[in-house]
C-alpha cells in the first residue's frame, strides 16, 4: 500500500501557511505611528472686566495663509534659501487655523463685541476682522544643532462689515527662541509670539473703540 507524504495532508499545510500568512501581515499593520501633533497654548484676555465698546458682532473667518505655510507639517527653516516640511511633527490644524481660533477666543474673553462668529448666520455682522500669516516656522539650522528659534509673520485688519472701510490694522513681525531644540518647545515659543500679538490686538482696539452709540452711527452709514 502506498504511503501518503504527511506534508501533503490538509491539516499540516493549513498550519504551515498560517503561521507564515500572520507573519507577513504583521510586517505591513505594526509600524508605530511616531507623528506628534500640537497646538498653541492659550492665553489669558488683557481686560478682565466687561467692555462691549464695539456695537454689534465682530466675523473672525479663517486666516489666509502663504504656500509656503499652508500646511500641517511644521515647517523647519535651514537656512534663508532651505526649509524642510516635518512629517513627524505636526500641527493640529493648519496655522491660520490655529492662529484665527486663538483670535476669536482672545475677542471673547476681551469682550470688546457683542459677540464674536466664525461663519456669517441669519444676520449679518457689523465688523470683520481678517489675517493672514506669512511666517509660522522654526529655525534650526542646517543640521538642527544648536538652539532654536522661531518666527511670526502675521497681519490682521478690523473692516466695517458692509463698507468694508479700514479701521484698524497692524502688522508683526516677531522672533522668539524655544527653551530647547524640541518641536513641543518650539511649539510653545510660537505660541508666545501669538498670544504676544492677540494682547496687542486687544490693547489696541479697546483703545481705539468708539462708545456704543457712536459705533452704532458709524456702522449705520
Same mark, same amino acid.
Given at each position: 500500500? &502506498? &504511503?501518503?507524504?504527511?506534508? %501533503?495532508?490538509?491539516?499540516?499545510? =493549513?498550519?504551515?501557511?498560517?503561521?507564515?500568512?500572520?507573519?507577513?501581515?504583521?510586517?505591513?499593520?505594526?509600524?508605530?505611528?511616531? !507623528?506628534?501633533?500640537?497646538?498653541?497654548?492659550?492665553?489669558?484676555?488683557?481686560? !478682565?472686566?466687561?467692555?462691549?465698546?464695539?456695537?454689534?458682532?465682530?466675523?473672525?473667518? /479663517?486666516?489666509?495663509?502663504?504656500?509656503?505655510?499652508?500646511?500641517?507639517?511644521?515647517?523647519?527653516?535651514?537656512?534663508? /534659501?532651505? =526649509?524642510?516640511?516635518?512629517? @513627524?511633527?505636526?500641527?493640529?490644524?493648519?496655522?491660520?487655523? +490655529?492662529?484665527?481660533?486663538?483670535?476669536?477666543?482672545?475677542?471673547?474673553?476681551?469682550?470688546?463685541?457683542?459677540?464674536?462668529?466664525?461663519?456669517? #448666520?441669519?444676520?449679518?455682522?457689523?465688523?470683520?476682522? !481678517? #489675517?493672514?500669516?506669512?511666517?509660522?516656522?522654526?529655525?534650526?539650522?542646517?543640521? #538642527?544643532?544648536?538652539?532654536? @528659534?522661531?518666527?511670526?509673520? +502675521?497681519?490682521?485688519? +478690523? !473692516?466695517?462689515?458692509?463698507?468694508?472701510? /479700514? +479701521?484698524?490694522?497692524?502688522?508683526?513681525?516677531?522672533?522668539? *527662541?524655544?527653551?530647547?531644540?524640541?518641536?513641543?518647545?518650539?511649539?510653545?515659543?510660537? #505660541? %508666545?509670539?501669538?498670544?504676544? *500679538?492677540?494682547?496687542?490686538?486687544?490693547?489696541?482696539?479697546?483703545?481705539?473703540?468708539?462708545?456704543?452709540?457712536?459705533?452704532?452711527?458709524?456702522?449705520? %452709514?
Amino acid at each position: 500500500m &502506498r &504511503r501518503r507524504d504527511p506534508m %501533503k495532508r490538509p491539516g499540516i499545510l =493549513l498550519l504551515v501557511v498560517l503561521p507564515l500568512t500572520l507573519s507577513l501581515t504583521g510586517c505591513f499593520t505594526a509600524r508605530k505611528d511616531n !507623528r506628534r501633533y500640537y497646538t498653541l497654548p492659550t492665553a489669558a484676555a488683557v481686560n !478682565r472686566k466687561p467692555v462691549l465698546a464695539w456695537a454689534g458682532a465682530v466675523q473672525v473667518p /479663517v486666516f489666509q495663509a502663504s504656500a509656503v505655510h499652508d500646511r500641517v507639517g511644521m515647517v523647519l527653516r535651514r537656512s534663508d /534659501v532651505e =526649509l524642510k516640511y516635518s512629517a @513627524r511633527d505636526l500641527w493640529a490644524s493648519r496655522p491660520q487655523h +490655529l492662529i484665527s481660533s486663538a483670535a476669536m477666543g482672545a475677542l471673547i474673553q476681551a469682550r470688546l463685541f457683542d459677540g464674536v462668529v466664525r461663519d456669517l #448666520g441669519t444676520r449679518s455682522p457689523k465688523w470683520v476682522l !481678517r #489675517g493672514r500669516v506669512t511666517a509660522f516656522e522654526v529655525i534650526t539650522g542646517a543640521h #538642527g544643532e544648536g538652539p532654536w @528659534r522661531v518666527r511670526l509673520a +502675521l497681519q490682521m485688519t +478690523l !473692516r466695517d462689515f458692509r463698507t468694508s472701510a /479700514v +479701521l484698524w490694522q497692524r502688522s508683526w513681525r516677531k522672533t522668539g *527662541a524655544a527653551r530647547s531644540a524640541t518641536p513641543a518647545a518650539a511649539a510653545r515659543a510660537l #505660541g %508666545k509670539l501669538v498670544n504676544g *500679538a492677540l494682547a496687542d490686538m486687544q490693547r489696541d482696539l479697546a483703545r481705539i473703540a468708539p462708545s456704543s452709540a457712536s459705533a452704532t452711527k458709524k456702522a449705520g %452709514k
